[in-house]
């Protein structure tokens, strides 16, 4: 059993992956609306959550092949938590 491969570090990798491509989209949305496209506010507050998200993606991939099991089943339940919190906060623009 490697030492790595536990529930918390899923957790804490989903935890992690979200803010980190949280930013990172905020960038890309302010570096694009500021000095590429002309007229665009930039991307919605909810695609950006939506796409930090998204990209949990990548650590399942890396999870999944390296075979940390437990690893995975955290990082499966944090980016479900995530996900149950954006939902509830932008609870009313999605059922427009």
Do not use: H
Request: net charge neutral.
């Amino acid at each position: 059993m490697d030492s790595q491969d536990n529930f918390f570090n899923g957790i804490t990798t989903a935890i992690a992956t979200t803010i980190l491509f949280f930013f990172i989209w905020k960038g890309v949305s302010y570096v694009l609306s500021n000095y590429i496209v002309d007229d665009w506010s930039g991307f919605s507050l909810r695609f950006i959550c939506i796409a930090a998200v998204v990209a949990n993606a990548i650590p399942m991939y890396l999870f999944n092949k390296y075979e940390r099991g437990l690893a995975m089943r955290g990082l499966v339940a944090g980016t479900m938590l995530i996900v149950i919190g954006i939902i509830i906060y932008f609870w009313d623009s999605f059922l427009r």
